[in-house]
């Protein structure tokens, strides 16, 4: 089928190629504190995501955005000019050059189950649960823990420093509840 179209096949690619390759590109990108947005056009080739890019462009994912659906919302507010300036391209006959992706900046990311894979390590720093914690945020189900032995799904976390160091040996305690709200260690 490819030679059929003689390399006029293309992918629409909404990440910061070649990084996040695979799956769950921005939950991947907000563990990293990556905020680098990407918009691709691609030739579609035989093996997966390794087609040369015809068109390119890179923005900022806003300071505000924690989320996934953040993510999603600044890549709303940039793919479709993008994608209407692609399509005027094309209607006016405009030649494309091919990039080849630098492969020594690749990034294979593998595709999670964010109802699985969503559970927290209670041993992680602060700053590490609450990168994900909002890294399975919407639109997924949100991280998950254990209390009395009932998978609960937490989104919405915050780092109150107010009750000072907590020793690792108390990682993962409630030591508060509130207002919908609870205190872990």
């Not at 989320?67 to 994608?83: E, T, V």
């Not at 914690?133 to 009932?150: H, R, S």
Request: aromatic share 12%.
């Amino acid at each position: 089928m490819l030679t059929a179209f003689s390399g006029r096949l293309v992918n629409f690619h909404s990440i910061p190629l070649p990084r996040f390759r695979g799956g769950a590109h921005f939950t991947w990108q907000i563990l990293q504190r990556d905020r680098t947005g990407g918009l691709n056009i691609q030739l579609i080739e035989r093996k997966l995501d390794v087609g040369a890019v015809i068109m390119r462009e890179s923005y900022s994912v806003p300071d505000g955005a924690r989320k996934p659906i953040d993510y999603f919302n600044a890549l709303d507010q940039h793919a479709l000019p993008f994608l209407q300036r692609f399509v005027d391209r094309v209607l006016a006959e405009d030649e494309f050059a091919e990039t080849q992706l630098q492969e020594e900046f690749s990034l294979y990311m593998p595709r999670l189950n964010t109802v699985e894979q969503a559970f927290i390590d209670w041993s992680w720093s602060g700053d590490e649960i609450l990168r994900f914690v909002d890294a399975f945020d919407n639109p997924y189900p949100g991280a998950a823990t254990l209390l009395n032995g009932e998978i609960v799904r937490l989104k919405t976390c915050e780092l109150d420093p107010n009750d000072g160091a907590f020793h690792s040996f108390q990682s993962g305690l409630i030591v508060r509840k509130s207002n919908h709200r609870i205190y872990v260690a």
